[in-house]
C-alpha cells in the first residue's frame, strides 16, 4: 500500500488517535521473542542481534530465523496460549470507546499469536497493522504486507502511520516498550513508555519526552488529563 493510499483511510471522524504496540506492551511479554527463544537455536538469537543492530530487515531477520524452527501449528497455538493481554488493556480499549478515541496496534510482530491472544479475551474487532504468520500445508508461510508503506527495514514501519496520522487527528498519543518503536517515538504528540525498558531508556537518553508507565490505568489518567481535562 503506498502512502497517499493511507493518507486517504482518514475518516477525520475522531480528533483522537491512539496507537499501541504489541509484544511487551498489549502482551505482557515479548511472545514473538519467546516462540525464538523457546523453538529456535543460537543461530536464531544470533540472527535476532543482526536485526537489533539494524544490519538486516525485519523480513530478513524472520525468513533467516524461521528456517531453524520446526515447530506445528498445534505446538505453536499451544504455546501462545500460554501468554496473556494485560488485563486492563481490556478497559483501555472500553475507555477508548467511551471517548470516541481511534486506537490501532501497530506491530512489527506476527498476526498468527496477536489475533490469537486478543481473541481469547473477546477484542476480535480491533485494527492492527501486523506482519502475517500463517501455517499452510504444515509449512510455516511468512508475509509482510505492509513493508512497502516504509523503508524496509521494518515489516511495520510505524513512524509512517504516525505521520499519515497526524494530518487527520488533533493529537497522537503512542505506547510502546522496545527497538520497533523507536522510530515513531519523536512524532507521537503524547508518548508511553514501558517502565525500564528500550523505549523508556532510548526517550531519556535523547531528551524526548515520555509518560513511562507500568499499567494502562495510568495511560488513560494522563490521556484524560491532557485530552479531556485540558481540552487539547
Ligand atoms: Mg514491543
Request: glycine share 6%; with cysteine.
Given at each position: 500500500?503506498?502512502?497517499?493510499?493511507?493518507?486517504?483511510?482518514?475518516?477525520?471522524?475522531?480528533?483522537?488517535?491512539?496507537?499501541v504496540?504489541f509484544?511487551?506492551?498489549i502482551?505482557?511479554?515479548?511472545?514473538?521473542?519467546?516462540?525464538?527463544?523457546?523453538?529456535?537455536?543460537?543461530?536464531?538469537?544470533?540472527?535476532?542481534?543482526?536485526?537489533?543492530?539494524?544490519?538486516?530487515?525485519?523480513?530478513?531477520?524472520?525468513?533467516?530465523?524461521?528456517?531453524?524452527?520446526?515447530?506445528?501449528?498445534?505446538?505453536?497455538?499451544?504455546?501462545?496460549?500460554?501468554?496473556?493481554?494485560?488485563?486492563?488493556f481490556?478497559?483501555?480499549v472500553?475507555?477508548c470507546r467511551?471517548?470516541?478515541?481511534e486506537l490501532e496496534i501497530?506491530?512489527?510482530?506476527?498476526?498468527?499469536?496477536i489475533d490469537?491472544?486478543l481473541a481469547?479475551?473477546g477484542l476480535t474487532a480491533l485494527p492492527r497493522?501486523?506482519?502475517?504468520?500463517?501455517?499452510?500445508?504444515?509449512?510455516?508461510?511468512?508475509?509482510?504486507?505492509?513493508?512497502?508503506?516504509?523503508?524496509?527495514?521494518?515489516?511495520?514501519?510505524?513512524?509512517?502511520?504516525?505521520?499519515?496520522?497526524?494530518?487527520?487527528?488533533?493529537?497522537?498519543?503512542?505506547?510502546?516498550?522496545?527497538?520497533?518503536?523507536?522510530?515513531?517515538?519523536?512524532?507521537?504528540?503524547?508518548?508511553?513508555?514501558?517502565?525500564?525498558?528500550?523505549?523508556?531508556?532510548?526517550?531519556?537518553?535523547?531528551?524526548?519526552?515520555?509518560?513511562?508507565?507500568?499499567?494502562?490505568?495510568?495511560?488513560?489518567?494522563?490521556?484524560?488529563?491532557?485530552?479531556?481535562?485540558?481540552?487539547?
Amino acid at each position: 500500500m503506498l502512502v497517499s493510499q493511507i493518507l486517504n483511510e482518514c475518516s477525520g471522524a475522531m480528533a483522537r488517535k491512539v496507537f499501541v504496540d504489541f509484544d511487551g506492551t498489549i502482551a505482557s511479554h515479548d511472545v514473538g521473542n519467546q516462540i525464538l527463544q523457546v523453538f529456535g537455536n543460537e543461530e536464531v538469537m544470533r540472527i535476532d542481534q543482526l536485526w537489533i543492530n539494524g544490519d538486516i530487515s525485519t523480513r530478513e531477520r524472520a525468513e533467516a530465523q524461521f528456517a531453524h524452527i520446526d515447530v506445528s501449528e498445534y505446538e505453536l497455538k499451544r504455546f501462545v496460549d500460554s501468554f496473556h493481554v494485560e488485563p486492563d488493556f481490556i478497559e483501555f480499549v472500553d475507555w477508548c470507546r467511551s471517548k470516541d478515541v481511534e486506537l490501532e496496534i501497530l506491530s512489527d510482530g506476527f498476526d498468527f499469536y496477536i489475533d490469537r491472544m486478543l481473541a481469547a479475551v473477546g477484542l476480535t474487532a480491533l485494527p492492527r497493522r501486523a506482519n502475517s504468520l500463517a501455517f499452510e500445508e504444515d509449512k510455516i508461510i511468512l508475509r509482510f504486507p505492509y513493508e512497502n508503506d516504509g523503508n524496509r527495514m521494518f515489516g511495520v514501519c510505524k513512524d509512517v502511520y504516525l505521520r499519515s496520522a497526524a494530518n487527520c487527528y488533533e493529537s497522537i498519543a503512542f505506547i510502546g516498550d522496545s527497538n520497533s518503536d523507536i522510530p515513531a517515538a519523536p512524532i507521537a504528540d503524547i508518548l508511553f513508555a514501558r517502565e525500564g525498558l528500550i523505549l523508556a531508556r532510548y526517550c531519556k537518553l535523547n531528551e524526548i519526552p515520555v509518560f513511562e508507565f507500568s499499567r494502562f490505568v495510568e495511560v488513560s489518567t494522563v490521556l484524560h488529563a491532557k485530552w479531556f481535562d485540558e481540552g487539547i
